[in-house]
């Protein structure tokens, strides 16, 4: 059974920065794509970043580009997310994905390609 359990949210102050994590039980030394989502109130599920099993590959969402940072430690069974220099427009509850298949692009930028999820972490920015 595959599950994710995201950590690292809060409340911050607008420039403030966070550290995301995504703990995965399963083998992540395998063939996979994992990827970080948000929401916001009343918005739908937006994606992220994404990379790949092995960390050579990486996407961003233009308006995070600059100011976000995906990264993963297989030996941890872990995926992070660097936020920084956060924004009032960064308030959501993120969430990690996992897709069991290899890196594809543009469709791992869809939420539908995403079999597992965690259960969400959520930030706050407060100006």
């Known amino acids: 059974q595959v599950q994710l359990v995201e950590s690292g949210g809060g409340r911050v102050q607008a420039g403030g920065s966070l550290r995301l994590s995504c703990t995965a039980t399963f083998r992540t030394f395998s063939v996979n794509t994992m990827a970080w989502f948000r929401q916001a109130p009343g918005k739908e599920r937006e994606f992220v970043a994404a990379?790949?099993?092995?960390?050579?590959?990486?996407e961003y969402a233009d308006s995070v580009k600059d100011r976000f940072a995906i990264s993963r430690d297989n030996a941890k069974n872990t995926l992070y997310l660097e936020i920084n220099s956060l924004k009032a427009e960064d308030t959501a509850t993120y969430y990690c994905?996992?897709?069991?298949?290899?890196?594809?692009?543009?469709?791992?930028?869809?939420?539908?390609?995403?079999?597992?999820w965690g259960q969400g972490t959520q930030v706050t920015v407060s100006s």
């Open positions: 990379i790949n099993w092995n960390g050579g590959s990486t």
């Open positions: 994905a996992l897709d069991l298949r290899a890196w594809n692009w543009p469709s791992m930028m869809s939420s539908s390609s995403y079999t597992y």
